[in-house]
């Protein structure tokens, strides 16, 4: 990567958020990071390492960062909150710089299911289809998405810059997300945002992307997951983070310049 570029990169506490983070400063962006710490139930389908990741703050990302002598501050902020990614924009063209990099990586993940099931076929707690799981899920991965993104453009587009980078990750396929409803949906809403800022923001040397990456292990996967990629004729690999952040850094590189408006399936 050429220049110097400022990003930002939510859902960056831990996972592939703080991996795409590390890479982004590897290859010389300066990165604002931003998480909310969630304190998730425990659910006898997941992890204990995986609820304490995801209750965790920045600090860790941060200072790996410093100490390759990268640029990093980070922020705990809402996105369901509509003021958020004003707050962020405005932090990071302060501190760091103004942002022609985004990444929209965070979620307002949970299980939810229009079939009368308690737990899903990996034995996480399943909750029935209701108001509040939607908004749950739609207010991060859907609103907040694109709230970020409409930020992004109108700054982009009043300081007059030339070169810009959107990328976000989905998870849904053609079939939705049985089990996993709403967060399904709210990716697939997600999609259509990127893909529409795709065709928009062309003629302001903006690309824009979806990553769908493989099974990643973010500290959810179980011996029950591994057995189902194992036993899959579609899913080859269970990804670490560090897999899908070098793919995410090279999709925000210059390299990447004629990539846009693509879904990219990682397998």
Same mark, same amino acid.
């Given at each position: 990567m050429t220049g110097s570029h400022t990003a930002i990169v939510t859902g960056a506490n831990h996972g592939i958020g703080a991996a795409t983070a590390r890479a982004l400063a590897r290859d010389g962006c300066a990165v604002l990071i931003t998480f909310l710490r969630i304190d998730d139930p425990a659910d006898p389908g997941i992890p204990a390492a995986y609820r304490e990741h995801r209750g965790r703050d920045a600090a860790a990302v941060v200072a790996a960062i410093e100490a390759d002598g990268g640029r990093a501050v980070a922020i705990e902020?809402?996105?369901?909150?509509?003021?958020?990614?004003?707050?962020?924009?405005? &932090? *990071?063209? /302060? %501190? @760091? +710089?103004? =942002?022609?990099?985004? $990444?929209n990586n965070a979620t307002g993940w949970l299980a939810?299911?229009?079939?009368? &099931? *308690?737990? /899903? %076929? @990996? +034995?996480? =707690?399943?909750?029935? $289809?209701?108001?509040?799981?939607?908004?749950?899920?739609?207010?991060?991965?859907?609103?907040?998405?694109?709230?970020?993104?409409?930020?992004?453009?109108?700054?982009?587009?009043?300081?007059?810059?030339?070169?810009?980078?959107?990328?976000?990750?989905?998870?849904?396929?053609?079939?939705?997300?049985?089990?996993?409803?709403?967060?399904?949906?709210?990716?697939?809403?997600?999609?259509?945002?990127?893909m529409s800022a795709a065709a928009e923001l062309a003629g302001y040397g903006v690309?824009?992307?979806?990553?769908?990456?493989?099974?990643?292990?973010?500290?959810?996967?179980t011996d029950a997951v591994r057995t189902v990629v194992a036993e899959s004729s579609t899913m080859f690999h269970v990804a670490s983070p560090d897999d899908v952040g070098q793919v995410i850094a090279y999709l925000a590189s210059d390299a990447a310049g004629l990539i846009s408006g693509n879904v990219l399936t990682l397998r």
């Open positions: 902020a809402d996105l369901a909150d509509p003021g958020t990614p004003a707050m962020l924009f405005d &932090a *990071a063209e /302060d %501190r @760091l +710089g103004p =942002v022609d990099i985004l $990444v939810d299911t229009f079939a009368p &099931a *308690a737990a /899903d %076929r @990996l +034995g996480r =707690v399943l909750q029935p $289809v209701t108001a509040a799981t939607w908004e749950r899920q739609f207010s991060v991965d859907a609103l907040g998405a694109a709230l970020m993104i409409a930020e992004f453009a109108r700054r982009h587009i009043a300081r007059g810059a030339t070169w810009g980078r959107i990328i976000g990750l989905t998870s849904a396929g053609e079939l939705g997300f049985p089990e996993e409803v709403s967060y399904g949906a709210a990716k697939a809403a997600q999609v259509s945002y990127t690309t824009a992307n979806i990553v769908h990456p493989p099974v990643t292990d973010t500290g959810w996967v």
